[in-house]
């Protein structure tokens, strides 16, 4: 709207008529354009102007606009953007044209609540109207600037990335915690990891090129993504640490020499073991000999007896064994479970003063 001194009239002389619609090609029209369009500009212009007695003119015209706003996504998804409409004179300075907006910064905005389609990602905030004069090198131009924020709505982004990330690195935690062994949690945790890097490929595709900056959702899921590694590397540690375990404990020669001794002793007292030795010497002669049924059970009688020796030496020598290394290998069970436990406190404190550190960068 703007006026024309030239073309009032007092509506008395013209049987009260206090406005009047003409064809607009009868009339100056100001040059104006917005300054943030990013491709052609698409507008709708009604071909007539309402003129009114005192000499203001309006003129409507609908535009269909695609601009040009400078996104900060480091919040993102909790982020809010500003982008500006700046509606400017490209052939007249200030001092020809002093651009005036009509409605205040109260009246758009209720104005703006009551127009604007709620349904999709974004949801408006404000409107704020700012007049001002631009200066270049040659002359100065009158602008007005409509600032509008708006928030983007983060439920979806929330429950399709974050929850499920953050689930995942709970289950993480929870197997590292869990009675099994180091290497059944290594083949949870790599399942794990590949689903976090699913998730990190999607909200690849979300994010649009930014600065040196990342945004702080892209550090969230690089450090879940390094806490599910550190969790791996933890338990190949462990496993290592038991696997440079002797699997196999040596006899000691000493006391199975002794037992062996012992029983050979015993043996020679035996009667039966001295008619062994002597069946023996007089093998050459009793050789081509056949042996009466006294004989062959006595023998008989000599070998179950010897193996029922060697059955006894062989429970003493494992319970003996199974005495001497459970302490040794109780000790080292309690040690590998002292390591795992510290490992597993360590990742868990540092996880959570990783989160709150993220929680306190939204929070910003």
């Known amino acids: 709207m703007w006026t024309n001194e030239f073309i009032s009239w007092n509506p008395l002389d013209f049987c009260n008529i206090s406005s009047v619609s003409l ?17 052609e500009d698409k507008f709708t212009a009604s071909p007539f102007v309402n003129i009114s007695s005192n000499g203001s003119i309006i003129a409507f015209q609908a535009h269909r606009l695609t601009s040009s706003c400078n996104l900060d996504v480091h919040a993102f998804p909790f982020d809010e953007q500003k982008c500006n409409l700046t ?22 905005n209720q104005d703006s609540h009551k127009n604007y389609l709620t349904n999709g990602e974004w949801k ?4 704020r109207i700012i007049e001002d004069t631009v200066h270049y090198d040659t002359f100065s131009s009158s602008v007005v600037t409509y600032e509008v924020t708006m928030t983007r709505r983060s439920i979806l982004h929330v429950l399709a990335l974050i929850l499920p990330t953050f689930s995942l690195f709970l ?3 929870a197997i590292s915690y869990a009675p099994a062994s180091p290497e059944e949690k290594i083949v949870f945790k790599v399942t794990l990891i590949l689903e976090v890097s ?6 690849n595709d979300k994010l649009p090129t930014t600065s040196n900056n990342p945004p702080v959702i892209a550090k969230f899921f690089t450090g879940m993504f390094m806490f599910m590694v550190l969790g ?5 540690f462990i496993l ?12 000691k020669g000493k006391k199975f020499l002794n037992r062996f001794l012992r029983t050979e002793e015993e043996k020679s007292e035996d009667p039966m073991t001295c008619f062994g030795t002597r069946m023996a010497k007089e093998d050459n002669q009793t050789a081509q000999l056949p042996l009466s049924e006294n004989e062959c059970s006595d023998s008989l009688a000599f070998l179950k007896h010897l193996n029922m020796e060697l059955q006894q030496i062989k429970k003493h020598l494992a319970l003996e064994e199974c005495q001497d290394d459970a302490p040794k290998s109780s000790r080292e069970d309690k040690h590998f479970l002292r390591v795992e436990k510290g ?18 960068k939204w929070k910003q």
Not at 198 to 203: D, P, T
Not at 240 to 250: A, C, D, G, H, T
Not at 343 to 359: D, E, G, M, Q, V
């Open 232 to 236: 791996i590397l933890e338990n190949a």
């Open 198 to 203: 699913f998730l990190s490929m999607i909200l």
């Open 343 to 360: 490992l597993y406190c360590a990742r868990l404190i540092l996880s959570l003063a990783f989160l709150i550190y993220i929680i306190i």
């Open 23 to 39: 064809p607009m090609n009868l009339f100056w029209v100001p040059d104006i354009y917005i300054d943030e369009r990013a491709d």
């Open 240 to 251: 290592y640490l038991r696997e440079r375990k002797p699997k196999f404990q040596y006899f």
């Open 124 to 127: 408006f905030e404000n409107l």
């Open 87 to 108: 509606i400017m004179s490209s052939a007249y300075s200030d001092e020809d044209i002093l651009m005036k907006s009509v409605k205040t910064s109260k009246m758009a």
């Open 171 to 173: 289950l993480d935690m």
